[in-house]
C-alpha cells in the first residue's frame, strides 16, 4: 500500500512540476520585450470581418476577419530577436454571409473598402491578346470559338479568361469566369463565379470618370491598335485617379 501511496505522490508531483514549469514559461514569456511589443501592437493591424451584401440576384464580396496569431508571430521573431512588423503572422476567417459557393450569385462589384477596380478586356485577336498579355491585371473576355481554337497558346497566360455565360462550355481548365449581360444567367453548373461587368462603348474616358468607383468592373472593346494606344492612356488616367487595376481573382478576394 505504501509503495502504491509513493507511486500517486511521484505523479502527482511530475504533474504539478510539469504544470508549474508551463505556467513560469509562459509568465516569464509574457515579459519579454517582443511579446510585449506584439500584443500592445497588434490591434493596428486586426480587421474585423465584413460581410458579403446580397441583394436578390446580385452580390458584392464582403472582408475576411485578420487577426494576429500571437504565438507563431512570437516564434518567428524570436528567431531573429528583434520585434519586427513584417514578420507578424495572421489567420483568416471568412465572414458569415461570404461569396463562397455562391455560384447563383451575379458579382456586380468588389468590395468598396478598397480603392480597388478591375478591367476587362474584349477581344477576338491572338496578335493583340499576345500585346497586352504581360499586364496580369487585365482580364479577357473571349468568345468560345477563339478559346478553343487557341488553346495551348492561353494554357501558358496568366490572365483571368471570362466568357459569356452558356451552357456548353468546354475547356474549363482554363477559364475562370462567365459574364452576364442580364441579371438572369449564371455558370453554376461550372461552379464558376458570373460578373456583370460595366461595358463602356463610347467617350472611354468620359465614362470612365463617370462610371468608376471603389469596386468597378469596367470591361472595353479591344479590336486594333488604336483601341490598345485608348487603352494604355485609359489605364494611365485611372491611376491618376488613385485607382489599383487588380485581377478578378484580387478584386472579389475576401
Known sequence: MKKILNIIITIFILIFSFYYTHIISIY??????????IINNKDKFEIQAIDAIIDNDTIIPGKSAKKVNIEASYKKMKRVNKYTESLYVFDYKL?????????DKLI??????????????????????????????????????????????????????????????????????????????YCTI??????????????????????????????????????????SNIITYIKTLNYHIVSLDELIKE
Open 190 to 231: 461550372y461552379n464558376k463565379y458570373t460578373i456583370k461587368p460595366n461595358f463602356i462603348t463610347n467617350n472611354y474616358f468620359y465614362n470612365t470618370y463617370k462610371y468608376i468607383e471603389n469596386g468597378s468592373i469596367l470591361a472595353y472593346n479591344i479590336i486594333n491598335e488604336s483601341n490598345i494606344n485608348d487603352l
Open 28 to 37: 516569464i514569456k509574457n515579459q519579454d520585450f517582443i511579446m510585449q511589443k
Open 95 to 103: 465572414p458569415d454571409i461570404s461569396l463562397k459557393n455562391n455560384y
Open 108 to 185: 456586380i462589384s468588389g468590395n468598396p473598402i478598397n480603392k480597388n477596380i478591375s478591367i476587362l478586356v474584349k477581344l477576338n485577336d491572338l496578335e493583340i491578346l499576345k500585346k497586352l498579355k504581360d499586364n496580369k491585371s487585365l482580364n479577357f473576355i473571349l468568345n468560345e470559338s477563339f478559346i478553343n481554337e487557341n488553346y495551348y497558346d492561353l494554357k501558358n497566360i496568366s490572365n483571368n479568361i471570362v466568357i459569356l455565360e452558356n451552357t456548353n462550355l468546354i475547356n474549363l481548365d482554363i477559364i475562370d469566369y462567365c459574364y452576364s449581360l442580364s441579371f438572369n444567367s
